[in-house]
């Protein structure tokens, strides 16, 4: 079992920046790809970034490509994702997301942290 905590999100003007963090509790993190999605009011989620196991391959949507970086430490059981010049059509409610590389089935989401980003 994988419990993940998101934390690092806030109040922003247009052009801030904010890190987000996710935390795992649970061993064998490294194992696990994990991703970030986002939900705005009123959409359906979306794909923001992912990294690899062993933070071999990132990817990101189009819409954050050059100004977001998804990194991990799985020293600290933790994913990031920092997050520059940040527009307000970037505001939404951000989870993680983390699926077993070798586990099937092993699919886990985080409770969200809110980031708002005002003109």
């Known amino acids: 079992q994988v419990q993940l905590t998101e934390s690092g999100g806030g109040s922003v003007q247009a052009g801030g920046s904010l890190k987000l963090s996710c935390t795992a509790s649970g061993r064998a993190f490294s194992t696990y790809v994990v991703a970030w999605f986002r939900q705005a009011p009123g959409k359906e989620r979306e794909f923001v970034a992912s990294?690899?196991?062993?933070?071999?391959?990132?990817y990101y949507a189009n819409s954050v490509k050059g100004r977001f970086t998804i990194s991990r430490d799985n020293a600290k059981n933790t994913v990031y994702l920092q997050m520059n010049s940040l527009k307000p059509e970037d505001t939404a409610v951000y989870y993680c997301n983390a699926v077993s590389a070798k586990i099937a089935g092993a699919h886990y989401w985080g409770q969200g942290t809110q980031v708002t980003v005002s003109s």
């Open positions: 990294i690899g196991a062993r933070a071999l391959g990132t």
